[in-house]
């Protein structure tokens, strides 16, 4: 489930316990995103994850997507652009890793983006 850089996985699950966070996977066949400009961004058999911490939830997509605009049409988003770093990891994992971690904002983005958005693996690497 997390990649935890060579770390057991037991431990790593333990370690996760302690800090009141839980992982569990979802077994999903599609995931649809739809944007504030009509696009969807349909996953097909994408692995899920929800992460349940200090009382929010936060879900883990990972698979490729294909996009679909306003009008229905699909396009291949796999060599789209996906922009610049700091929109690929989540404000509110930036939040979770920094507070879990007891590290800065700035420390928590640079090891999400370390880890490729692995929060555990994150908060693993700041510890």
């Known amino acids: 489930m997390f990649g935890g850089g060579g770390m ?3 431990k790593m699950q333990q370690m996760m316990e302690q ?9 999903a066949e599609t995931v649809t995103i739809t944007t504030t400009n009509g696009e969807q961004l349909v996953f097909d058999a994408p692995e ?9 939830q936060t879900y883990q997509i990972v698979g490729e997507a294909e996009t679909k605009d ?3 049409a699909i396009e291949d988003s796999s060599g789209e652009d996906a922009g610049t770093d700091e929109e690929a990891i989540p404000e509110d994992d ?6 879990q971690a007891g590290a800065s904002k700035s420390d928590a983005r640079e090891a999400l983006e370390a880890e490729d958005g692995d929060l ?6 700041l510890g």
Request: proline residues 3%; without cysteine.
């Open 8 to 10: 057991n996985p037991r």
């Open 94 to 99: 930036v939040k979770l890793v920094a507070s």
């Open 120 to 125: 555990a693996a994150a908060i693993s690497r």
């Open 19 to 27: 800090m009141g966070i839980d992982v569990t996977d979802i077994d």
């Open 48 to 56: 899920v994850t929800r992460m349940d911490a200090q009382g929010s």
């Open 70 to 72: 306003a009008a229905g």
